[in-house]
């Protein structure tokens, strides 16, 4: 029993910290430095193709997706290719 006690506390603190990594537009638009309506046009054109989560009528984004996104748009001269 004391093993399956450790196996669902990791469970339950796995879920906890992936749900913690769920933004939502609000908090997503600020981690990006844009407004949560330009993230509505975003999705709703597919523009920039950023994923994000739909769980039922929400919206949601992971950090460490957004964090990547950020990360691959990063440029180190004007070059717009």
């Known amino acids: 029993m004391h093993t399956q006690a450790i196996a669902e506390?990791?469970?339950l603190r796995a879920s906890i910290e992936s749900s913690a990594e769920l933004?939502?537009?609000?908090?997503?638009?600020?981690?990006l430095?844009?407004?949560p309506g330009?993230?509505?046009v975003w999705r709703s054109t597919g523009r920039y193709n950023l994923p994000f989560l739909k769980i039922g009528r929400k919206v949601r984004y992971r950090r460490s997706v957004?964090?990547?996104w950020m990360q691959?748009?990063?440029?180190e001269s004007g070059a717009t290719a």
């Open 9 to 11: 506390a990791r469970t």
């Open 66 to 68: 957004l964090e990547a």
């Open 72 to 75: 691959a748009r990063t440029r």
């Open 23 to 31: 933004l939502d537009p609000e908090a997503a638009a600020a981690l």
């Open 33 to 35: 430095d844009v407004s």
């Open 38 to 40: 330009t993230l509505s």
